[in-house]
Each structure stands twice: as structure tokens, then as C-alpha cells.
């Protein structure tokens, strides 16, 4: 990670569509379900979809500003619409690296969660609708969900530039929540593979 604040830097200037939040500058990061699918907690309906289709779950835009903690790391994030069983399309979510660093999400279209756990063990979903910004703060892990049928889900985000990302928690332990369809609604229930 630089450490250095550079003493020049060149401005950035990039477009991103305020509905699809997909940038014609830039390429994005995208994570198919053959990435996550033991994330999901149904393996048997994660096993069956990858051997049709291996779907495109999100993707982001990370526009490689510097790592000091005096930059502003940006982009837009888009989950697309889709289940795995029961449980709603997500992204991997993480913590970061620096934990008593916090985050902004702002949405842009589509309709879902940001459901957020710390080590301490509280949880909480922020609901995201278009024009609503859900804070993020420090100490939580975060994870985006759509829980619409049709729309993506669209945030732009902000952090700290030298929060840094750490995936390997989440990937080991898992949220303590999912987020399903119940009786044609989300609902939050206990993970059953959460380990402590
Ligand atoms: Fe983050």
C-alpha cells in the first residue's frame, strides 16, 4: 500500500450513468456466481444454476485512487437482480483492513439492503431506495443486496483511500444474516453456517 502522499496528482474526471451507474471510461470488476457460489447458503440451487448459466452476480467500478488516508476512494457498484435458492444476489462484502474506517452509499436506482455486522456482533440493514444515502460505519462489515426481481441494483460509494479491503473474513465466516424471500418479501434470518 502507498503510504506517501504524492505531491502532485493529476485530477480524475470520470462519467458514470446516474441510473445504470455503468462508466464509459472505465472498465469494471465483475464477479460471477462461479466466484461466490459457496457464499450462498442453498448449495445444492448455487451447484444447479452454475452447470445452466454462470450469472453475473455484481460488478463495480474502482477508479485506483491513491491508498493514503487523505484520498477518497469512489465508484459505483451494480447488483444485478437474481436469487440462489432463496436467498436475494449479494455481493461478497468485506470489511476493511482499517476497521475504524467508514463508508458512504449512495443509491442510485433499484431497490434492496445494506445489511453491515461488526466484530462485536450487532448487525443492520439500511434499506437502500433511489435517492438515499445509507453511512456505513466504521467497524462494519458491508454487503449490498437486491431484492428486486427485474431492476439492478445501483450505489455510488466513497470510502478512505487507505481503508483497504479485507474479502477473507467474510469468505470464512460468513454474515450472521441472509437475506431471503419469505412468502414473496426479504427477510433476515439466522445463517445457519455462521461460524463464530
Ligand atoms: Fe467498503
Known amino acids: 500500500m502507498n503510504t506517501t ?3 502532485t496528482v493529476e485530477a480524475v474526471v470520470t462519467d458514470f450513468n446516474v441510473v445504470t451507474g455503468l462508466s464509459k471510461s472505465k472498465a469494471p470488476l465483475q464477479r460471477r456466481l462461479s466466484a461466490m457460489a459457496e457464499m450462498y447458503a442453498d448449495q445444492e440451487a448455487a451447484t ?3 452447470t445452466k448459466e454462470d450469472v453475473l452476480v ?3 467500478f474502482d477508479m485506483g485512487v491513491p491508498s493514503t488516508s487523505g484520498d477518497v476512494a469512489y465508484g459505483t457498484s451494480i447488483t444485478y437482480p437474481g436469487k440462489v435458492g432463496d436467498e436475494y444476489h449479494m455481493t ?4 476493511h483492513e482499517v476497521l475504524d474506517t467508514a463508508e458512504i452509499y449512495y443509491c442510485l436506482s433499484g431497490r434492496g439492503y445494506m445489511l453491515m455486522e461488526n466484530p462485536e456482533g450487532d448487525w443492520q440493514a439500511a434499506e437502500f431506495t433511489p435517492g438515499q444515502a445509507v453511512y456505513v460505519p ?3 462489515a458491508h454487503r449490498s443486496i437486491n431484492v428486486s426481481d427485474t431492476e439492478p441494483l ?12 479485507d474479502y477473507g473474513t467474510i469468505e ?3 454474515f450472521r444474516k ?3 424471500e419469505s412468502d414473496g418479501k426479504p427477510e433476515f434470518i439466522d445463517n445457519p453456517r455462521w461460524q463464530a
Open 5 to 7: 502522499p504524492a505531491t
Open 48 to 50: 444447479a444454476q452454475l
Open 58 to 60: 455484481y460488478e463495480f
Open 92 to 95: 461478497k462484502g468485506h470489511f
Open 138 to 140: 466504521r467497524r462494519y
Open 154 to 165: 445501483v450505489t455510488f460509494f466513497a470510502f478512505p483511500g487507505h481503508a483497504g479491503h
Open 172 to 174: 470464512t465466516k460468513g
Open 178 to 180: 441472509l437475506c431471503v
